[in-house]
């Protein structure tokens, strides 16, 4: 904040008493008088925000067995959507995005035989900062026979915005894991197009003896790269990954060609399938606009659910 000095040579006693600075100090309201300098706001403190899930089948349902949450990370109570029980658990912050500094740690535990979706009633933004950058933290474990989906809203990175964040995940025998991500390409209604500092997000994702079945690493960084370029977006805007892995279980590959098939018929969209070298499959599709990813990747989802689980995908209520 500037230094505020009025002069008040000709100005009548009742309105230099009226022109008067408060500020809030220490709980109490004190005056200012005129041409008392105002100090600078004292710097932000970070949030840290805290999760800790604990999910367990009870009967034909899975149920929130524990559940711990500290600002701005919440959780709303589980709905049920399916004929199988599953629990769809939304994530939600208060706040109006993730500021930098701010670092969020989630941990899941997903009991044996329990079934968990989790995911987010909107996207997630990332606003600009000028330090440290946003931290996320997600630490999974998927115990035998569970299914575990991570599916949030996409991320919007604000123009100067930088994050950071890591999933490890932990698949006991015969679980099952299904992640998505989609990454915007920020506010394209203010024209903000790859104007952020950096988007870093990594995952790893282990089976129980230790053995790492999948580890990525995507940084995203505009001011050192040209995304729109050759080999990157090439003039697509959004990026949508998606990671389907069982435990113990390699699957099959005609199931990889037609999801290759899905993603090719479609317009405005450019994406394949593979077969990752432990058994899974990893999706990755570029597109024009967020309804184009976020369409496909449910029909991804749809596929992947009948193939494995046996079940279709969801119609989500947000």
């Not at 209604?189 to 089976?207: K, L, M, P, Q, T």
């Amino acid at each position: 904040m500037a230094s505020w000095h009025i002069s008040c040579s000709h100005i009548p006693a009742a309105t230099k008493a009226s022109l008067r600075l408060i500020r809030r100090h220490s709980g109490r309201y004190r005056e200012l008088g005129i041409g008392k300098q105002v100090r600078t706001a004292r710097p932000r403190r970070p949030n840290e925000g805290s999760l800790h899930l604990v999910l367990r089948r009870v009967g034909q349902r899975t149920v929130l067995q524990e559940c711990y949450f500290q600002v701005p990370l919440q959780v709303l109570r589980p709905l049920y959507l399916d004929d199988v029980g599953s629990a769809y658990v939304y994530l939600v912050s208060p706040c109006g995005g993730v500021v930098g500094g701010d670092v969020y740690s989630i941990t899941v535990v997903v009991e044996p035989g329990a079934r968990v979706c989790l995911t987010t009633p909107s996207a997630t933004k990332l606003y600009a900062t000028s330090g440290m950058p946003a931290r996320q933290q997600l630490d999974i474990t998927v115990h035998a026979g569970a299914v575990l989906e991570y599916l949030p809203e996409q991320m919007i990175p604000f123009a100067q915005a930088a994050f950071q964040q890591h999933m490890i995940v932990r698949l006991g025998p015969g679980a099952c894991i299904l992640a998505m991500e989609i990454v915007a390409p920020g506010r394209l209604a203010r024209g903000e197009a790859f104007a952020y500092r950096d988007y870093d997000s990594s995952v790893c994702i282990e089976a129980a003896s230790g053995q790492v079945l999948l580890r990525e690493r995507t940084r995203l960084r505009p001011g050192l790269q040209r995304l729109d370029g050759p080999g990157l977006f090439e003039g697509y805007a959004y990026l949508g990954t998606f990671y389907a892995l069982v435990e113990g279980r390699s699957l099959p590959t005609d199931l990889v060609e037609h999801l290759h098939t899905l993603l090719a018929c479609r317009t405005g969209l450019l994406g394949s399938a593979t077969m990752l070298a432990h058994g899974g499959i990893a999706i990755r599709v570029l597109g024009a606009d967020h309804m184009t990813v976020s369409g496909a990747l449910h029909e991804v989802w749809d596929m992947l659910r009948r193939a494995l689980l046996g079940y279709p995908a969801v119609v989500w209520r947000k």
